[in-house]
Each structure stands twice: as C-alpha cells, then as structure tokens.
C-alpha cells in the first residue's frame, strides 16, 4: 500500500516555472516506478513523464520534452517534476501515479491504466 499527496501547483504566467512534488508513504516506494499524467477540463488523464525506481530512465511525451524534467528522491520518498518555460496549454491538473512495475522502456508507464495507486492532484493553471 502506498499513499501519495501532490504539491507545489499554482497560478504562474506563460514562461514561468513551477516545481510540483509528489510525496509518499509506505515502505516501499524505490521499488515503484512513477508518472505524473495531467487532465485539463473535459479531457482525458494524458501522460507526461515518467521515472523508473532507481531513477536511471525517465521518459517524456513530446509536448514537454525539453521543458520538463522528472526526478525522484528515494530517501525523501517524493518524486519532482520540474516545469519551465509553461505554456497556457499545461493547465490541468496534475497527478503522481505509482506503479509496481519498477523498470521503465519505451512505451512504458504512459498509459493510466498502468499505475496501481493514485494522489489527488494538483492544479497548474498558466496565465497568458
């Protein structure tokens, strides 16, 4: 079992920067990877980023790559993504899955279904 709690969401402008943070508990989060998946209104939960336990594979859709970075810390519990250069279209709200699944590849851990547990979310709006 494991519970996760986003932060760091916000009201920011277009070129902005925001850094979210997504804690959890239990004793066993280095061995799940994560993914942060975004939902604006009246849209489906679309992938974003995801990490690999140990940290060593991240992988991006398209839209973020270059501007986005994912990053976890495994002591602290908590995975990061780091947003800049946002864009009004990256208003949504934000969500970490966990996925028991602890390696990552190509085409891996980008779809919902995926991941095993889920937080609340967070929401990012971008002002133009």
């Known amino acids: 079992q494991i519970q996760l709690v986003e932060s760091g969401g916000g009201l920011v402008q277009a070129g902005g920067s925001l850094r979210l943070s997504c804690a959890a508990s239990g004793r066993t989060f280095s061995s799940y990877a994560m993914g942060w998946f975004r939902q604006a209104p009246g849209k489906e939960r679309e992938f974003v980023a995801t990490i690999s336990s140990s940290g060593g594979s991240t992988y991006y859709t398209d839209s973020v790559k270059g501007r986005f970075s994912i990053s976890r810390d495994n002591a602290k519990k908590t995975v990061y993504l780091e947003m800049n250069s946002l864009k009004p279209e990256d208003t949504a709200v934000y969500y970490c899955?966990?996925?028991?699944?602890?390696?990552?590849?190509?085409?891996?851990?980008?779809?919902?279904?995926?991941?095993?547990?889920w937080g609340q979310g967070t929401q990012v709006t971008v002002s133009s």
């Open positions: 899955g966990a996925d028991r699944t602890p390696w990552r590849s190509p085409n891996m851990g980008i779809r919902a279904i995926e991941y095993d547990y």
